[in-house]
């Protein structure tokens, strides 16, 4: 098969009709859900998923909110649940999934029904038969669901338009961004994925992400998808670009490359490009591309990281689906249904005694 007709590469592709076509819909069901956030006096909230729908939670997380808003890895809350639930206030617990039927996800609705029925819940899933979408809340504490467009369900095993849709009607959710700027994004990311496609580079043995405050979670979710869809045959790094230099630095070789997100900010793109420059000093026979305003890969800003965010991960997204079919891999299913599969399942859960 070739690369343009997996299910990955289409959904890749598709990601910019898809926000520009959700963008009205979405502005509508996001104000009646920021309503009723408000209306129950929500103090904190969760931000939970596993795996790539975490990195959607600790993008957000990062940023700064009226609300108090915590990333709990729904692996966490399953594992540790002593850890959360004893927490107190009024919170809002804020799923992210894009089957909605991974272990954790139904863990956490279980361990929320028995121990801490008073806790509101917004579910964000891109399946609406899944158990997200479907599953009851006991109450007192009441329950919303934002099923996204039936396309964001990816069929491929990495999650490609589910992440970057599930992030962009969460921030929708808080007030984080407008009708017009999702518009906008998707004009900008039908013109980078264009050049990309256009553009292939060969498999480097090691492939390293670094992003500066919430684009270092951009850089774990994009060294994730290097990793799942080359089945592990390239090494993928992440780390925030100041931290890169205090020791993780030295898993770079003579066939690394290297991916430096600029920030928005002016200020903080002084250090990303200081750390680029640096890198390419020091081991000038391997490639460093930056990416962002006045970027090796640019586009055109909004000024804000977190509304741009969903553009940074586009590099990844493609680049991982061509080296997946440059080393010959069922890019849908690079693993074979062994050993990694699309919905994390068989997990067992054990009951908490409080």
Known sequence: MKLTETATWQETMAQPEIWSDWAAPLADKALQIREWIKAREIETVWLSGAGTSEFVGSVISAAPSSLRLENRASTDIVACPQDALNAKGRILSLQF?????????????????????????????????GALATHPAPGPGECQVLTLPAATHDRGFAMTSSFTTMLISALACLDAITEEQIKTLAVEARKILVDLAAAATARPERAVFLGSGLLKSIARESALKVLELTAGQTVTQWDSTLGYRHGPKAAVNEDTHVYVMLHPDPQTARYDMDVASEIRAQYPNISVTTMGPNGDISWNSTGDALVDSVLYILLAQ??????????????????????????VSGVTLYPWAK
């Open 318 to 343: 493609v680049r991982a689906s061509q080296w997946s079919d440059e080393l010959g891999l069922n890019v849908d299913d690079p693993f074979h249904g062994q050993n990694l599969t699309r919905v």
């Open 97 to 129: 999934g894009r089957s909605g039927d991974s272990s954790e996800s139904v863990g956490v609705m279980a361990l929320l029904d028995a121990h801490r029925p008073d806790i509101d819940r917004l579910h964000i899933t891109c399946n609406a038969d």
